[in-house]
Nanobody, 127 residues
Framework: QVQLVESGGGSVQAGGSLRLSCQASGVTSSIYCMAWFRQVPGKEREGVANLDSFGRTSYVDSVKDRFTISKDNAKNTLYLQMNLLQPEDTAMYYC?????????????????????WGQGTQVTVSS
């Protein structure tokens, strides 16, 4: 059974950086789509970035040129490097995955498309 465990969240001031990690275990397929979502209380979960097994990436407009999604296949770990953080980036961040699929859907695709989720890691950005 696939398990995803996020880490790396925390509190930073505006303009700062954080790197989130998502360690995957129980994976049996080398074909996948993995993504980062975020959610604030009272709002819909929002897709932030995704990456497929061919290395193709997509980002929501609000994080382009600030966030970078990447994966270390040897460690089976997904990352989200977040730079120039702003208070509006404050949210719970979740890692999501779906294995055995070729390519990722649009970054704004609903979270229900993904089959596996982590427990989330909180990111708080103060002004």
């Amino acid at each position: 059974q696939v398990q995803l465990v996020e880490s790396g969240g925390g509190s930073v001031q505006a303009g700062g950086s954080l790197r989130l990690s998502c360690q995957a275990s129980g994976v049996t397929s080398s074909i996948y789509c993995m993504a980062w979502f975020r959610q604030v209380p009272g709002k819909e979960r929002e897709g932030v970035a995704n990456l497929d097994s061919f290395g193709r990436t997509s980002y929501v407009d609000s994080v382009k040129d600030r966030f970078t999604i990447s994966k270390d296949n040897a460690k089976n770990t997904l990352y989200l490097q977040m730079n120039l953080l702003q208070p509006e980036d404050t949210a719970m961040y979740y890692c999501a995955a779906r294995y055995g699929v070729v390519g990722c859907p649009g970054v704004k695709t609903a979270g229900s498309w993904y089959r596996n989720w982590g427990q989330g890691t909180q990111v708080t950005v103060s002004s």
